[in-house]
């Protein structure tokens, strides 16, 4: 997997160890992950398990949890430099164990494709002892509908 630098690595490095509130998804800025790592078809986002992300065991929804799963590689295949948008087509989840409010998860992606119009990715939520707590699997396909630079968003 080669992805080149482009605006959207650039913008991504930048902000490694910050709150990423620049997410061109609203959902993806309430989330508030602080990106780890960008690498070429991977990164590595951290969560804080907060209250309103919870389900009435007060321990991590599944709806955040796709939700998380799904940002995490949408952000990845933005890496890819196109120019055009992907959308999921599919989103595959095993939950495998729970997080609690004010944990630390850490969400990491990895592109396993890249075709002409659909690229398959995964993601892989663990805690900090490394415990794997979901794992994703999604394929997304390219669209006609032009996105902004991240200068614009």
């Known amino acids: 997997m080669e992805v080149v630098e482009n605006e959207v690595v650039r913008q991504l490095k930048s902000q490694i160890g910050k709150e990423f509130n620049a997410s061109p998804s609203a959902l993806g800025a309430w989330l508030k992950g602080t990106i780890r790592k960008v690498e070429p078809g991977s990164l590595t986002i951290d969560f804080v398990v907060r209250e309103e992300m919870t389900n009435t065991a007060k321990t991590l929804h599944g ?18 430099g196109r120019d055009n948008f992907h959308t999921t087509i599919n989103l595959s989840i095993d939950y495998l164990s729970a997080a609690k409010i004010g ?23 663990t805690n900090a002892e490394g415990k794997v707590l979901s794992k994703g699997t999604s394929n997304l396909i390219l669209t006609n509908f032009p996105k902004p630079s991240f200068s614009q968003r």
């Open 63 to 80: 709806g955040a949890t796709a939700a998380i799963i799904d940002d995490t590689i949408g952000m990845t295949v933005e890496c890819l």
């Open 103 to 125: 944990e630390v998860i850490t969400a990491t992606s990895k592109i396993h494709r890249e075709g002409k119009n659909i690229v398959n990715a995964d993601c892989i939520i």
